[in-house]
């Protein structure tokens, strides 16, 4: 009798783990890879015409001196609370306090995680690896940060999260750690920014980009602890443009303003 609770609990188990890290139908390859993202998750934008990730072409990007510099509000007090491994991506989830403002409204920053490769591509280069950082603002609007990273020097700041690692799919780790952001960007904020959509389904459009336009620098060995742990090649092909204008600002240095 008592094997026999033993298994229940088992499956039971087993089957929780299934729904609660939605080890989804969608995959990075085959048979649910992204070219059927649209039929696995019918009620999706997947199939959209303004989708992410896309190429981006510097030459024809409009250099626009009305765009506004990025309002960041990153701070070494704010916590991370967990990482967790959901299958998709490595992704660590953040308690409130930064926040970035776009128009003077504000957007919470909720989590970071990671593609490898990159997801977009600059000048039809793709580089090793890309973080996103998703805020959220009223009405569940969306404003993402794209970091590119290319292989170089370490990132300190990257020690420190990768110290939390391996962690295998379907597990989640507790942090709660003071983490500044802010010492992940890159010293210049000039940016590429256009709409487009998550890079995952739902592929909900309607998403601000701002992709950093110079890369940071991690060690080969940094990208490499992230790839052992993420599928293979988690990233979603460059989406055509469909007549979006692709808008930067790029003659700053330090795009930050002080409030
Ligand atoms: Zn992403």
Redesign the pocket.
């Known amino acids: 009798m008592k094997n026999l609770l033993l298994l229940a609990f088992l499956i039971v188990q087993s089957c929780n783990t299934e729904t609660n890290e939605h080890a989804g139908h969608w995959s990075y390859q085959g048979e649910t890879g992204p070219e059927h993202w649209d039929e696995i998750e019918q009620q999706s934008d997947c199939n959209g015409v303004l989708q992410s990730p896309i190429n981006i072409i510097d030459l024809d990007a409009v250099n626009d001196n009305t765009l506004d510099t990025l309002h960041i509000h990153y701070s070494n007090k704010t916590k991370i609370n967990d990482v967790r491994n959901n299958g998709h991506?490595i992704q660590y989830d953040f308690d409130k306090g930064d926040y970035i403002t776009l128009e003077d409204i504000r957007y919470d920053l909720a989590q970071i995680?990671?593609?490898e490769p990159a997801?977009h591509t600059l000048n039809g280069v793709r580089f090793p690896l890309?973080m996103?950082m998703?805020h959220l603002g009223p009405g569940n609007k969306i404003a993402?940060f794209a970091i590119l990273a290319e292989e170089g020097a370490p990132s300190a700041p990257f020690d420190f999260l990768e110290n939390y690692l391996p962690i295998q799919a379907g597990e989640k780790k507790q942090i709660n750690s003071h983490f500044d952001l802010m010492q992940i960007l890159p010293e210049s904020k000039a940016y590429y920014t256009y709409e487009g959509s998550?890079?995952?389904p739902p592929c909900t459009e309607g998403v601000r980009w701002f992709v950093l336009k110079n890369p940071i620098t991690i060690s080969v060995g940094q990208v490499e602890l992230l790839q052992k742990i993420m599928p293979l090649n988690n990233y979603r092909q460059t989406q055509p443009l469909n007549g979006r204008k692709i808008r930067c600002l790029k003659t700053i240095l330090s795009g930050l303003k002080s409030e």
């Open positions: 991506t995680h990671f593609h997801e890309e996103h998703v993402v998550l890079t995952t």
